[in-house]
């Protein structure tokens, strides 16, 4: 079992910065593809970042590619999520998630990830 825990999120002003920590508790964390959505009021949990087990390969959803940095450092057991230029429509409860990966493989489907975190609020002020 993999447990996860998100911190990181609060209160921001548009233009603002944050940086969403997950830590896991498990000790082969570098064995796991791990992934970062988000879920607004009313909305469908959605997709913001991936990286692959080492890595060196990430992926980003267009709404935050160029504004958002996902990375991990495997020594510490834990993925990073930094934030920044951040918009009010990034308001939301950000989730991080883990499936088993080797080589290149990342996720950005949510039904792919059998691990998740309970999720850190980030809300962005206008």
């Known amino acids: 079992q993999v447990q996860l825990e998100e911190s990181g999120g609060g209160l921001v002003q548009a233009g603002g910065s944050l940086r969403l920590s997950c830590a896991s508790s498990?000790?082969?964390?570098?064995?796991?593809?791990m992934g970062w959505f988000r879920q607004a009021p009313g909305k469908e949990r959605e997709f913001v970042a991936a990286?692959?087990?080492?890595?060196?390969?990430?992926y980003y959803a267009d709404s935050v590619k160029g504004r958002f940095t996902i990375s991990r450092d495997n020594a510490k057991n834990t993925v990073y999520l930094q934030m920044n230029s951040l918009k009010p429509e990034d308001t939301a409860v950000y989730y991080c998630?883990?499936?088993?990966?080797?080589?290149?493989?990342?996720?950005?489907?949510?039904?792919?990830?059998?691990?998740w975190g309970q999720g850190t609020q980030v809300t962005v002020s206008s």
């Open positions: 998630a883990a499936q088993l990966g080797d080589s290149d493989n990342y996720y950005i489907r949510a039904n792919d990830y059998a691990y």
């Open positions: 990286i692959n087990w080492s890595g060196g390969i990430t």
């Open positions: 498990h000790r082969t964390f570098n064995v796991y593809a």
